[in-house]
């Protein structure tokens, strides 16, 4: 039996991976800041779930807090805060939590459970199109997704023969953020003439973990929408 760690797993992207693992039958711990969320989500996804709190803004106590794991054979990250920032208007605070969360964070997160990891243990660490196609009050968003290219780099290296890969999701047409609008501007400029599903994303995600030929890469699931 597989032992899937989500981090970032109460909600959203993380919270439908983390069904996907527990619907399988993997053992599947979810995160979040709120322990009480974590909880209730993991009691609701299934009986071989568990919740704990984590929060990635604080690196220092990540170690700590996932203590209790024992072992790892998938670990996928998918927390963030993006905060619209600009240099218009320039947060200092918000800016250095983010890019804390994204990339100190994410990096201690695997550094923690390294020695934890079982031998086909693999990695995937989340980021987005903005990475490419900044927009307006991305400036902190588009810098932390480019930086996660280099740091899959660094620790697919490091953490060798143990696999890392960076998903890069487009517009999620029907997340809780897009699926009440009807008209998103991606819609004209994708090819495939719609925005890509969560259970897409799931499904790339569990793409990359598996398959033993994919390390150091970044995955985009856009529906094509990077060539128009």
Same mark, same amino acid.
């Given at each position: 039996?597989?032992?899937? @760690?989500v981090i970032?797993?109460?909600?959203?992207?993380? +919270?439908?991976?983390?069904?996907? &693992?527990?619907?399988? =039958?993997?053992?599947?711990?979810?995160?979040?800041?709120?322990?009480?969320?974590?909880?209730?989500?993991?009691?609701?996804?299934?009986?071989?779930?568990?919740?704990?709190?984590?929060?990635?803004?604080?690196? $220092?106590?990540?170690?700590h807090a996932?203590? =209790?794991?024992?072992?790892?054979?998938?670990?996928? @990250?998918?927390?963030? $805060?993006?905060?619209?920032?600009?240099?218009?208007? &320039?947060?200092?605070?918000?800016?250095?939590?983010?890019?804390?969360?994204?990339?100190?964070? %994410?990096?201690?997160?695997?550094?923690?459970?390294? $020695?934890? &990891?079982?031998?086909?243990?693999?990695?995937?660490?989340?980021g987005g199109?903005?990475?490419?196609?900044? %927009?307006?009050?991305?400036?902190?968003?588009?810098? &932390? #997704?480019? =930086?996660?290219?280099?740091?899959?780099?660094?620790?697919?290296?490091?953490?060798?023969?143990? +696999?890392?890969?960076?998903?890069?999701?487009?517009?999620?047409?029907?997340?809780?953020?897009?699926?009440?609008?009807?008209?998103?501007?991606? *819609? +004209?400029?994708?090819?495939?003439?719609?925005?890509?599903?969560?259970?897409?994303?799931?499904?790339?995600?569990?793409? *990359? *973990? +598996? #398959?033993?030929?994919? #390390?150091?890469?970044?995955? #985009?699931?856009?529906?094509?929408?990077? @060539?128009?």
């Open positions: 039996m597989s032992t899937s @760690i970032g797993g109460s909600g959203g992207l993380g +919270r439908v991976i983390a069904q996907r &693992f527990a619907d399988r =039958g993997d053992c599947v711990v979810v995160t979040s800041r709120d322990k009480a969320r974590a909880e209730a989500t993991a009691e609701e996804i299934g009986s071989r779930v568990r919740g704990m709190a984590l929060d990635l803004s604080q690196p $220092d106590t990540i170690a996932l203590g =209790g794991i024992t072992e790892v054979d998938q670990l996928v @990250i998918t927390a963030m $805060d993006p905060v619209p920032n600009s240099l218009a208007d &320039f947060d200092l605070t918000d800016a250095v939590r983010v890019v804390t969360i994204k990339l100190v964070g %994410y990096a201690e997160t695997v550094r923690a459970l390294r $020695d934890r &990891f079982n031998p086909a243990a693999s990695v995937v660490l989340f199109l903005a990475r490419e196609r900044p %927009y307006p009050g991305s400036t902190m968003v588009t810098t &932390f #997704n480019a =930086g996660l290219t280099g740091l899959v780099k660094t620790l697919a290296a490091e953490i060798a023969p143990h +696999r890392v890969n960076a998903l890069h999701p487009g517009v999620i047409g029907d997340s809780p953020k897009w699926r009440d609008v009807t008209d998103h501007p991606h *819609l +004209r400029r994708t090819p495939t003439g719609r925005l890509v599903t969560m259970a897409e994303i799931a499904d790339a995600t569990d793409f *990359l *973990l +598996r #398959n033993a030929g994919m #390390n150091a890469h970044d995955l #985009n699931v856009d529906g094509g929408m990077l @060539i128009t």
